[in-house]
């Protein structure tokens, strides 16, 4: 199983520590493409650093972000919908993450 991130606000930061990735808690900051709501019922992953780089790039959260690891993702559990963005249709418990790098702003790449 390979290491897999999910790039979002600091804002998050602290709700992400206590619950784990979990769409249904987005209400702090607009998701990376500046949504206010989940775009999808999952959370999005990054499957190699091109990626984070990409979603550091279009960041619409208006303010810095925060990159987490997210261990234990099987390949088979993730969707690809129409955008082409990765993810996976169910929480994330924080027993599978680590504060990968923090603070980011577009200009971290």
Known sequence: MPRV???TSVLNRNSIATHGLDWTRMADAPGIAGSRQPEEEGC???MNDFEVSF???INNTGGPVDV???E???EEELVTPPNGFQYVP???PPTQLSLY???LTRGDE
């Open 101 to 103: 790098r923090r603070d």
């Open 5 to 7: 991130f999910h790039v």
């Open 44 to 46: 999005f992953l990054c």
């Open 72 to 74: 234990g993702i099987n």
């Open 55 to 57: 979603f550091l790039r």
């Open 68 to 70: 987490w690891a997210v």
């Open 90 to 92: 169910s929480r994330i």
